[in-house]
């Protein structure tokens, strides 16, 4: 099946710190990739479309510059959170489809801690 | 606005006992997945529904698409501890969409 990678499972850093995120198709190609937020005890948010060769489509109340989303080839998608502060402090999660009209397939996650 | 309201938002109940997850919106979708998480771990899924009022079982737990395509129900049968989880709906609008979540529903299962 569908296999989505993220990288990496874990990091902790003292705010200020750029801080990068990497979603992987590993079995398949995704012109689209899905980013994620959840903090404890909540549910999934959309943060970010990400398309590969252009830019990304952020939602509402998410600043583009704060969260960079960078999807330079077709199995790689990457969430920069630049000058990471605590408030940022929260579960990532990327997702992507190997076809738009198969379901999507979500990476393990990255737990980001701000110290 | 939720635009998809899942409830209950917790239960708990103990080994053997059946219980049903209700996902509800005012909006049509064109599919609702079910996922289940696990603490520190990605959503895994369930299943897709995509047709209304089509039924889906798998194994103990029966999953049913509205005939209007606007809600969804998780139904498990002799629950056991090892169902215990965050069970999580999503619709999509459209077919490579971004998914809409539910707020989620943690259940727990005592044995």
């Known amino acids: 099946g569908a296999v989505v990678s993220q990288h990496p499972s874990w990091v902790i850093c003292k705010s200020g710190t750029s801080v990068k995120i990497e979603c992987r198709s590993l079995d398949f190609q995704a012109t689209t990739m899905f980013w994620y937020r959840q903090f404890p005890k909540q549910s999934l948010m959309l943060m970010a479309t990400s398309n590969e060769g252009s830019k990304a489509t952020y939602e509402q109340g998410v600043e583009k510059d704060k969260f960079l989303i960078n999807h330079a080839s077709l199995t790689l998608s990457t969430l920069t959170v630049t000058s990471a502060h605590p408030e940022d402090s929260s579960f990532y999660i990327c997702?992507?489809?190997?076809?738009?009209?198969?379901?999507?397939?979500f990476g393990d996650g990255t737990r980001l801690s701000i110290l | 606005t939720q635009l998809l309201e899942q409830s209950p938002q917790f239960l708990s109940i103990q080994e053997g006992e059946n219980l049903t997850v209700y996902c509800n919106s005012s909006s049509v979708f064109s599919s609702l997945q079910w996922y289940r998480q696990e603490p520190g771990e990605g959503p895994v899924l369930l299943v897709t529904v995509v047709t209304g009022g089509e039924v889906k079982k798998l194994k103990r737990l029966t999953f049913q698409f509205g005939d209007a395509r606007k809600d969804s129900s998780l139904h498990i049968t002799a629950a056991q501890p090892g169902d215990t989880g965050l069970y999580l709906c999503?619709?999509?609008?459209?077919?490579?969409?971004?998914?809409?979540f539910g707020k989620g529903t943690t259940l727990s299962v005592s044995s």
């Open positions: 999503a619709g999509a609008w459209q077919a490579g969409t971004a998914l809409i």
């Open positions: 997702s992507a489809s190997p076809l738009s009209n198969q379901p999507q397939h």
